[in-house]
């Protein structure tokens, strides 16, 4: 679910059950062009849809980070440790860019990469982030 689909009412009753927070950044830099622009956020879009489906009910997606730039990582760091310290255990980023990992944005659980979606490692990459988050939820990560 998006964060905008709660309300205070339905949150403070049913927000128990959502454990994980889905961070989208899109990495935009400004120097795309507006078509450009658009086929990055829609494919981060799409991708966003493939990690929350197979879990809906205990994935909420906040707000994307969406511009590449100095600060990026202290940003992304501190979203994720203030969501994991007021409401969510889990906190995973969804990477359009494919530029972050687990030693820079060390608030996150796991990191996903918007590329693993598309072409033709997808139906891999699929499997592949599903069996990461259920070890995310396990306990079993290395």
């Not at 935009?28 to 809906?56: H, N």
Request: with cysteine; charged share 30%; glycine share 8%.
């Amino acid at each position: 679910m998006k964060f905008s689909d709660f309300d205070k009412g339905s949150w403070e009753e049913n927000g128990k059950f959502y454990d994980t927070c889905l961070i989208p950044f899109s990495g935009l830099t400004g120097k795309e062009s507006p078509p450009q622009t658009a086929e990055r956020l829609e494919r981060l879009r799409d991708s966003i849809d493939l990690v929350e489906r197979p879990f809906k009910g205990r994935i909420v997606v906040y707000p994307a980070v969406q511009y590449d730039g100095i600060g990026k990582i202290d940003i992304i760091n501190e979203i994720c440790h203030n969501i994991k310290s007021n409401n969510f255990r889990f906190a995973i980023v969804l990477d359009g860019v494919g530029s972050l990992t687990r030693d820079i944005i060390f608030e996150s659980d796991l990191i996903i990469a918007v590329k693993d979606f598309f072409g033709d490692n997808k139906d891999k990459g699929m499997a592949l982030f599903m069996q990461k988050i259920q070890q995310m939820w396990e306990g079993n990560m290395n």
